[in-house]
C-alpha cells in the first residue's frame, strides 16, 4: 500500500544504498540472587614476628614498622566444603506437574522458576525462531486477562518482576516478589504461564526484533567464529547448528504459536521451583489450588533430535576486511554431563587455555611477544554431545603461526603426562569456580531443577566435585588420547586472509575452504490455500471494508491523490535524515502516475497497469525491466484497489491466520496483510521491493493514527521498515477522493 517506487530508484541508482543485512538477545529468566565473595585468610605470624596493626597496610614497613609483609604464596585459604544437596521438598501435583520447593528465610523473598520441557531444538525447519518467540511472548504478549500494559503496571505497583525465554530445550517462566504479594504475583505468574494470548501487535514486535537479531549477526568477529564453529560440527540443517533466518521468521504466525504452546505446554511436561521466605507445606497446598484448573491431557512427552556423526575436520575462513584482528575457534564434538571422564577433560582444557594463562597463551607468547586471551572449554550437554572448543583472537599477521601453535599444543597433551603444578592449578580453579556458581541456595535450586529435568541423581554435584578433586596426570594424558583427535578439529578464522604472513593452506591437513556470510532475503510466499481459508480470508477482508466505512463507499472511489512527506533514517546511507515530498495518484482501476521531489532532483513514473515511462533529471524513457515490477507493485497495492481485492478479478485473498490475509494475483504480485483485533483496520502491511541488483528488499508497512476522509478511514502515519531496519517515517498531509482526475493529464510526460 506505501509506494516505494522513487526512493527504491535511488537504492538502485546508487544515491541510496540500503543496508539489506539487518540476535534477538534472548532475555534470561532473573532466577538467581547476587554472588557473595570469598576472601582469603592470611598466614598467622611466623614465630618471631609481630601480627599487622589493625588498620596498617600490608607490606614492607618503615624502619620500626611493626607490620609484616604478606606474599601472595603466603595467603592460605580456607579448604572448599563440600557441595550440600539441599533440602528440597518435592511433589508430584494431582494435574501432573513436579513441584521442588526449598525454604530459605534471609530474606523476605518468594521466586520461582517454571522448566517446560519444549525449546529451540523443536522449531519446525521452515519457522526456525519459533520456540524463541514463545517464550519472549509468554511475558511481553499479555494474558487473557490481562494486555501486556495492565501486566507491566501490575507489577511495577509492586516491584515484583516475570520473565520468559526459551533455550535450546526448555522454555522458562519465572517471578520473584517480596513474600508480602505472594499472592497476587503467583496469581499473574500462572496466568502467564497457563494463558498466554500471543497479541498480534506483540508478535509484530517480536518479528522484528528476531530479523533486527539477523541482520546484526556478523557484526562481531567472534559471534561469527563461534555461530560458524557450531554449525559446521553439527551440521548446518541440524537443529543444533541451524540459526533463523528471514524467512523462516516471516512465516510464523499467531496459529503456529498457539499450535506450539497446545502441543509442548502442558503440567507433565513442566517442572516448577520455588525458593524463599515460605513454609513448604503451606506452599504447596496454595500452588496446587492455585494450579487446580489447568488440567490440559498430558501429550506424548517431546522427543529432541540425536546429534549426527562427527564431521572430519577442516579449514574454513570468513573474510573480514575491516580490522587488524582475526577471531578464531577450533573445536569438535565432546561428550555429556553425565560421561564418567567429564572431570579430567575439563581439567585437559584448563591446562590448555583459561584466558591470558595456560599452555596454549604461554606458547603463544614465547612465539609472537605479545599477550594472547585464549580460551579451551570442554562443554558437556544434558541430553547430547556438547563442544570442545578453543577460542581467542590474534592479530591478522600472526594468525597461522597461533592456530598453528593451537592444533600443537591439543597434539602435544595427548603425547605425556602435565605437570604436577598444572594439575593443581587446573584443578583448584575448577574448585574455585564452583564457589561462585552455587554460592547461593537459589543457585543450588536452580541447578537441581536442571538436573532433575534431564534425569541425573540428585547427588550429581558432590559427585563431580569428588571427581575433580581425584584426577590425576595420568588422567588427564589418557583421555586426551581417548576423546581428542588434534587432527580432525574443525578451524573457523575471521579476518582478513590479504593479511595474513602465512597462509592458512601451510597449516596442512586440506583445501581452505571460504565461509559464505551472506544474509539470505526473505521471499514472500503464499501461504497453502483451502476452500475454508479462501472463506476466511474473505471474511477478514469484509471485516476491513465495513471497518474503513463500508463497502459501497469504498466503491464509489473512482480516483484519489495522497501527499505524503518522507523522513529519511538518519542511518540510511547517503539521503538518511533527507526529507522527500511523494504525490500519489491513482485512477481505477489500472492508471497510476507518481512524483518525487528527492535530495537528486524531480523523479515522476507513470504506468497503465502493463507499460509507462520514467521522467528523472537524466531524462525519460519507458519503463521496463526492475523499475516496472516496482511501480506495478506499487499500484498492486493502492489503498482502494487492495481492500477490495475480493472484487477484483484474478486476485486470491487467503487467510494467513485469525487475524493476517495473504493477497496476490495471477501476474506474481502478492503481500500480506495484518489487521488490528480491536478495530479491524489493516495494521501492517509486508511485501518485497524489487532491486536493480540483489534479492527483493523485504518491506513492512506499519499503518496507524487513521482519520475520516470523507467518510473513509485512512491512515495518516506510516513507518517503512526494509530487511529489518527503519527506512522512513511517513506523514501524509492530504487525501483526496474522486477529485476528477484524467488518463490525459496522469499520462502527461513532465517538460
Known amino acids: 500500500m506505501r509506494h516505494l517506487f522513487a526512493l527504491a530508484l535511488l537504492a538502485a541508482s546508487g544515491f541510496a544504498q540500503v543496508d539489506t543485512t539487518v540476535k534477538i538477545p534472548r532475555q534470561a529468566p532473573k532466577t538467581e540472587l547476587a554472588k557473595e565473595s570469598t576472601k582469603p585468610e592470611a598466614a598467622p605470624p611466623k614465630e618471631g614476628q609481630a601480627p599487622a596493626e589493625a588498620g596498617a597496610p600490608a607490606g614492607r614497613g618503615g624502619r620500626g614498622a611493626s607490620a609484616t609483609s604478606v606474599l601472595p604464596k603466603d595467603l592460605k585459604y580456607p579448604p572448599l566444603r563440600p557441595i550440600q544437596v539441599p533440602n528440597v521438598t518435592s511433589a508430584t501435583l494431582p494435574n501432573g506437574m513436579k513441584l521442588l520447593l526449598l525454604e530459605d528465610h534471609e530474606l523476605p523473598l518468594v521466586s520461582g522458576l517454571a522448566m517446560v520441557h519444549a525449546g529451540t531444538l523443536l522449531d519446525p525447519p521452515e519457522r526456525i525462531g519459533l520456540a524463541a518467540a514463545v517464550g519472549t511472548l509468554l511475558r511481553s504478549g499479555g494474558t487473557s486477562a490481562k494486555t501486556p500494559d495492565q501486566m507491566d503496571n501490575l507489577l511495577e505497583t509492586m516491584a515484583a518482576s516475570i520473565e520468559s525465554a526459551a533455550d535450546e530445550s526448555s522454555t522458562k517462566v519465572s517471578f520473584t516478589t517480596l513474600k508480602e504479594n505472594l499472592g497476587t504475583v503467583l496469581g499473574a505468574f500462572r496466568e502467564v504461564l497457563t494463558q498466554p494470548e500471543f497479541r498480534p501487535d506483540r508478535l509484530e514486535v517480536v518479528r522484528a526484533q528476531l530479523r533486527a537479531s539477523i541482520a546484526s549477526r556478523n557484526?562481531?568477529?567472534?559471534?561469527?567464529?563461534?555461530?560458524?564453529?557450531?554449525?559446521?560440527?553439527?551440521?548446518?540443517?541440524?537443529?543444533?547448528?541451524?540459526?533463523?533466518?528471514?524467512?523462516?521468521?516471516?512465516?510464523?504466525?499467531?496459529?503456529?504459536?498457539?499450535?506450539?504452546?497446545?502441543?509442548?505446554?502442558?503440567?507433565?511436561?513442566?517442572?516448577?521451583?520455588?525458593?524463599?521466605?515460605f513454609d513448604a507445606a503451606q506452599m504447596k497446598t496454595a500452588i496446587e489450588k492455585e494450579f487446580a484448573d489447568w488440567n490440559v491431557p498430558a501429550q506424548l512427552a517431546p522427543v529432541f533430535p540425536k546429534v549426527g556423526e562427527p564431521p572430519a575436520g577442516g579449514i574454513y575462513v570468513a573474510e573480514k576486511k575491516e580490522g587488524t584482528q582475526t577471531l578464531f575457534a577450533l573445536g569438535q564434538l565432546g561428550g555429556k554431563a553425565n560421561d564418567k571422564d567429564l572431570a579430567a577433560l575439563q581439567v585437559m582444557a584448563a591446562v590448555l587455555g583459561t584466558g591470558s594463562k595456560g599452555r596454549i597463551a604461554e606458547k603463544v607468547r614465547a612465539k609472537t611477544g605479545a599477550p594472547h586471551e585464549v580460551r579451551a572449554s570442554w562443554r558437556p550437554g544434558y541430553d547430547h554431545a556438547g563442544l570442545f572448543e578453543i577460542t581467542g583472537n590474534t592479530r591478522n599477521v600472526t594468525t597461522t603461526d597461533v592456530i598453528r601453535i593451537v592444533r600443537e599444543e591439543v597434539l602435544r597433551i595427548g603425547t605425556s603426562e602435565i605437570t604436577e603444578q598444572e594439575l593443581t592449578s587446573a584443578r583448584e580453579l575448577l574448585l574455585n569456580g564452583l564457589v561462585f556458581t552455587y554460592d547461593t541456595r537459589a543457585k543450588l535450586l536452580g541447578r537441581q531443577m536442571l538436573l532433575d529435568f534431564f534425569g541425573y541423581p540428585k547427588d550429581y554435584l558432590p559427585q563431580y566435585q569428588k571427581a575433580l578433586l581425584a584426577v590425576t596426570r595420568a588422567d588427564v594424558l589418557r583421555v586426551a588420547k581417548q576423546y581428542v583427535a588434534a587432527d580432525k578439529l574443525t578451524v573457523v578464522a575471521v579476518g582478513n586472509p590479504m593479511m595474513f604472513a602465512e597462509p592458512l593452506a601451510k597449516l596442512g591437513g586440506g583445501p581452505v575452504n571460504p565461509l559464505d556470510l551472506t544474509i539470505p532475503e526473505s521471499r514472500a510466499e503464499p501461504a497453502p490455500a483451502t476452500e475454508a481459508s479462501l472463506a476466511e480470508g474473505k471474511s477478514l477482508l469484509q471485516k476491513a471494508q465495513a471497518a474503513m466505512g463500508g463497502v459501497q463507499k469504498m466503491l464509489t472511489i473512482k480516483d484519489y491523490t495522497q501527499t505524503g512527506s518522507y523522513s529519511i533514517d538518519p542511518g540510511i546511507p547517503n539521503i538518511g535524515g533527507s526529507k522527500v515530498t511523494e504525490i500519489d495518484r491513482w485512477l481505477a482501476p489500472n492508471i497510476f502516475r507518481q512524483e518525487s521531489v528527492l535530495p537528486a532532483g524531480r523523479v515522476a513514473a507513470y504506468t497503465d497497469g502493463r507499460l509507462g515511462w520514467i521522467s528523472t533529471p537524466q531524462g525519460w524513457g519507458g519503463l521496463v525491466g526492475t523499475q516496472l515490477k516496482q511501480v506495478q507493485g506499487d499500484l498492486f497495492r493502492t489503498w482502494f484497489r487492495l481492500m477490495l481485492s475480493d472484487l477484483v478479478e484474478g486476485r486470491t485473498v487467503n487467510a494467513v491466520d485469525d487475524s493476517s490475509v495473504q493477497i496476490s494475483d495471477t501476474v506474481g504480485q502478492e503481500c500480506k496483510v495484518e489487521f488490528d483485533a480491536k478495530t479491524g483496520l489493516p495494521r501492517r502491511i509486508t511485501y518485497d521491493t524489487a532491486q536493480a541488483i540483489g534479492p527483493p528488499l523485504y518491506t513492512e508497512d506499519l499503518l496507524e493514527d487513521y482519520r475520516d476522509v470523507?467518510?473513509?478511514?485512512?491512515?495518516?502515519?506510516?513507518?517503512?521498515?526494509?530487511?529489518?531496519?527503519?527506512?522512513?517515517?511517513v506523514t501524509v498531509m492530504e487525501y483526496q477522493l474522486n477529485s476528477g482526475l484524467k488518463v490525459g493529464e496522469l499520462s502527461r510526460r513532465p517538460m
Do not use: M
Open 710 to 729: 470523507d467518510g473513509v478511514k485512512l491512515p495518516f502515519k506510516i513507518t517503512i521498515n526494509q530487511s529489518g531496519r527503519k527506512f522512513a517515517d
Open 219 to 277: 557484526d562481531e568477529n567472534a559471534t561469527i567464529a563461534q555461530r560458524e564453529l557450531n554449525a559446521l560440527i553439527y551440521g548446518r540443517e541440524s537443529p543444533y547448528g541451524w540459526v533463523p533466518q528471514y524467512a523462516t521468521v516471516d512465516r510464523i504466525t499467531r496459529n503456529d504459536l498457539r499450535t506450539y504452546y497446545s502441543r509442548y505446554f502442558f503440567p507433565a511436561n513442566t517442572t516448577l521451583g520455588v525458593w524463599g521466605d
